[in-house]
């Protein structure tokens, strides 16, 4: 039995819930779910898992969208998800520019250590899921379970190598979903 009772599962969002664009995601009608994604949140949800979100929005910080935006397309994912049966139960966001040299941005675990403090959750019964590198070094810095989906930026991620030990692969959402969860009945 795990030593934690709390099941979570933390997400990146561009390219893991959302296809990503190299011109970032800079309005609701750019945030375009990625085909099975919104389904597997929604069986993670009703498998007991809460579900939380962690993306580096630096946009916010080189003026690309403000606040008022992000937060409408968080109202449209949560929206959708929502329409499917699932829910996301937490968003946190960076949205420094590397040049703020903060402590939430992504390689940097400050978010994902607020969600372990928020969620009393024990790191190591916890995956995360991200695209790119500096999502699976923020997770393995903390003992988080790091899992690397092949959508987004995933491809050239597993390509470029150098992934934290234990790095478990899928090819999307929907495939971490369903690995995870038959893991789980074992
Ligand atoms: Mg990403
Ligand atoms: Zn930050």
Redesign the pocket.
Same mark, same amino acid.
């Given at each position: 039995m795990p030593t934690s009772v709390k099941k979570i599962v933390v997400l990146d969002r561009d390219g893991v819930i959302n296809a990503d664009s190299d011109a970032y995601i800079k309005s609701p009608d750019e945030w375009i779910p990625l085909p099975g994604a919104l389904e597997a949140i929604a069986r993670l949800t009703q498998a007991g898992y809460r579900i939380a979100v962690a993306t580096?929005q630096s946009g916010i910080g080189r003026g690309l969208f403000d606040m008022n935006t992000l937060n409408a397309m968080h109202l449209k994912m949560h929206k959708m998800v929502a329409a499917v049966g699932g829910r996301i139960d937490a968003v946190f966001f @960076?949205?420094?520019t590397a040049e703020?040299q @903060?402590? @939430?941005?992504k390689p940097?675990p400050?978010?994902l250590k607020m969600i372990a403090e928020r969620f009393e959750i024990d790191p190591e019964d916890t995956p995360c899921v991200g695209d790119s590198l500096r999502d699976l070094q923020a997770a393995a810095a903390l003992g988080f379970v790091p899992h690397l989906v092949l959508t987004g930026k995933g491809k050239k991620t597993l390509a470029a190598g150098g992934l934290p030990e234990g790095t478990i692969v899928h090819d999307d959402l929907r495939a971490f979903a369903l690995d995870f969860l038959s893991e789980e009945l074992e």
């Open positions: 580096n @960076c949205p420094h703020d @903060c402590e @939430c941005r940097k400050g978010m």
